[in-house]
């Protein structure tokens, strides 16, 4: 009986998980930049630091290693889509943000985003339907 070779599986493990932390540290180092940056004279660029493509660079780089162009074309249109859930979120914000309290106007926010991006969804498994 062949004995496992730990010292290829935990190499595997290593360089799946590596990819794994870079993420991790992308996304903690953009709470950090959020952070910081509501706490200076210019706070409102702290609603900017979100919208940068960090996990649309991920997505894009991983659909387009590993699909095609037709696909990377489709995963950037709706990722336009994905921008309408968005502007509904920002909106009830920023509507709501006078009139109810911080967390109701976060939940009531978030419910319509959660509604909206049901939505786009639903209209889109049905004007691009998946080859099968």
Known sequence: MPTPDYRA?????????????????????????????????????????PLFPTFALIAHYIVGTDRSAADLRATALFGLWSLFPYAVYLLLVYWLSVRVALVATLIWATIAWV?????????WSRLYPSAP
């Not at 930049?33 to 210019?42: G, M, P, Q, T």
């Not at 509604?115 to 209209?123: D, F, W």
Request: hydrophobic share 60%; proline share 2%.
């Open 115 to 123: 509604l909206c991006a049901s939505l786009i969804l639903l209209a």
């Open 9 to 49: 599986a935990h190499h595997s493990l290593g360089n799946r998980m590596l990819p794994l932390f870079l993420k991790c540290m992308l996304g903690a180092l953009a709470v950090l930049i959020i952070a910081l940056l509501s706490k200076s004279k210019n706070f409102y660029v702290a609603g900017l630091v």
